[in-house]
């Protein structure tokens, strides 16, 4: 039966699950009796909640704590092994798959380098098939365990209802490919397993929204700088984040061509394959067959070499160089969308790191308007390299919250929207 409002007691309960849960999983262990003003909820209600979810093994107890003159209040916490997540990250140079369990525990891990020809379709749907089963085998679980498979990607990803995620991404060839269909077509996961696709630096940003470096900010930029770069921005308006082309945004006017095709892209000068190729072009020497992360190594090796060492002037002009584009393109963001932080991840933004970063903050700052610059803060990302993978795996962990901890039906014709609205309804601060 269907209140005023047109929510069902089925509606009620899975809100009343969710809140309960994700209480739990951001900001537990607690009480039953903490659980009562932390959630909104009655007493009676919490008890319900809590007695449903602890019949279906979500929850378990941890501990106790003392009361005010009574017996002592049991703890709950989230159970780990109540369910599991894999993310994957379909990067520049790899695809990294990760198996997680409810808390995001990493258990077990899968690579699959990529070389330049590695953007074929076949052969990603191929590692992350292949990778899933892999990560599965290694932990010992049973695909049916799965709450899903979250995926990051390059590209523009346009959910379809007849064929699911497709993915647009120019500048590694893909034109409107079916990632989804694809995946679905070749997978041997039950049917209740879903796949949840999305951009990478989205998800980079939604992990660090939710645990990492932009815990706590209502208004932030995570940016994602590889062999390019992409950023996702965050307001209080869009709260799970929307990845933005920033990559692609002109800073030269016919200037370098970029890999989509265009003139004077920051990403043309900025990303880590243009920074490279400008070295060479300038006469450096990158190790013969090396792959970017071991010829971006090389390079900041060459540049600010050991004590004592006298530093490769190339590159080191070429790095001062991109530093200066970097805070170029990061002064239109803060004077476009005024974040209170920004956190640059990504495996060469790690690389470059904070030595790299006092550069990229002055060029920032004056570039950009004063008022806005003296609110920002510039800062490297918290979760590492494997943001990504962990932001991916968010993806079907939201979409559990959101069907307050049940498992998931067998997936619809179309892809189901339940994440969104979790992501949408809830992002901790």
């Not at 079916?178 to 039950?190: G, H, V």
């Not at 991109?322 to 790690?350: C, H, K, M, V």
């Not at 962990?397 to 339940?418: I, K, N, S, V, Y």
Request: glycine letters at 14%; aromatic letters at 6%.
């Amino acid at each position: 039966m269907a209140g005023r409002n047109g929510r069902t007691v089925r509606d009620l309960r899975r809100a009343n699950r969710t809140a309960v849960l994700q209480r739990l999983y951001f900001d537990g262990p607690l009480s039953r009796f903490e659980l009562g003003p932390a959630t909104g909820l009655s007493s009676g209600s919490v008890s319900n909640v809590v007695a449903d979810l602890v019949a279906d093994g979500l929850l378990e107890e941890a501990g106790s704590v003392d009361s005010d003159g009574g017996r002592p209040r049991t703890l709950l916490r989230v159970a780990p092994g109540s369910g599991h997540m894999i993310g994957v990250d379909v990067g520049e140079t790899r695809v990294r798959i990760e198996l997680f369990d409810l808390t995001l525990t990493e258990l077990a891990r899968a690579e699959r380098p990529l070389t330049r020809q590695g953007y074929d379709v076949e052969v990603i749907v191929g590692h992350i098939r292949d990778g899933v089963a892999e990560v599965l085998d290694t932990a010992g679980i049973a695909p049916d365990r799965l709450l899903g498979v979250g995926i990051g990607v390059p590209g523009i990803v346009e959910h379809s209802p007849d064929r699911g995620a497709v993915v647009h991404g120019q500048t590694i060839g893909w034109d409107a490919v079916p990632l989804e269909e694809l995946l679905r077509s070749t997978s041997r996961l039950p049917e209740t397993v879903r796949y949840f696709i999305d951009n990478g630096a989205k998800t980079l940003g939604q992990a660090e929204m939710w645990f990492g470096g932009g815990r706590g900010a209502h208004n932030a930029v995570v940016v994602l700088f590889g062999s390019g770069v992409g950023a996702c921005l965050v307001t209080p308006e869009v709260e799970n984040g929307r990845a933005v082309e920033w990559g692609h945004l002109t800073v030269r006017v016919r200037g370098r061509r970029c890999r989509c095709g265009a003139l004077g892209c920051l990403e043309a000068y900025a990303g880590a394959e243009s920074l490279l190729d400008r070295w060479r072009e300038e006469g450096g020497r990158p190790s013969e067959g090396a792959d970017e992360e071991t010829a971006l190594t090389a390079m900041l090796a060459a540049a600010y070499p050991a004590e004592g060492g006298a530093p490769d002037p190339v590159a080191l002009a070429v790095l001062e160089e991109t530093a200066e584009y970097l805070g170029a393109g990061l002064s239109d963001l803060i004077n476009l969308f005024q974040p209170e932080r920004i956190l640059i991840g990504g495996w060469a933004g790690l690389q470059l790191g904070t030595r790299f970063l006092p550069a990229v903050r002055r060029h920032a700052s004056s570039y950009a308007l004063r008022h806005p610059a003296e609110k920002v803060t510039i800062d490297l990302g918290r979760l590492g390299p494997d943001a990504v993978t962990v932001g991916a795996a968010i993806l079907p962990l939201a979409d559990f919250f959101a069907r307050g901890g049940r498992r998931p039906e067998p997936a619809p014709e179309g892809p189901h929207p339940a994440w969104r609205t979790a992501l949408e309804e809830r992002t901790p601060h």
